[in-house]
């Protein structure tokens, strides 16, 4: 068995939480304290869609997630090519929505 490195951290991942959770939509609200992420997923013709997993960080964590993401989206298109948000005319910068359901604010 190999010895830890002293001062690497030990990530246990369980079944459960390996299968992961699908969302298709975010809603992120923030204090001066803390940013809460709800990951939500939405099914056509359905009126109601539940949260499946909130997070909750410290503005700090939250710039270092933004940073990560970015740098692994960067490497991404690297790799697989850009990735197209389909946006209507004229809303450049707007973030997609599943189902052409209306955006909601963050």
Known sequence: MEKQKEGQLKIELSPEVAQGEY???????????EF???????????????VKSRIIMAPEHAKRLMNAL???IDKYERVFGGIRLNEPPGQNGRTATPFGMPEGKA
């Open 70 to 72: 970015r740098e692994n």
């Open 23 to 33: 969302a298709n939509l975010a809603v992120i609200t923030h204090s001066s304290a």
């Open 36 to 50: 809460v992420m709800d990951f939500i997923r939405m099914l056509p013709n359905l009126p109601q869609a539940n």
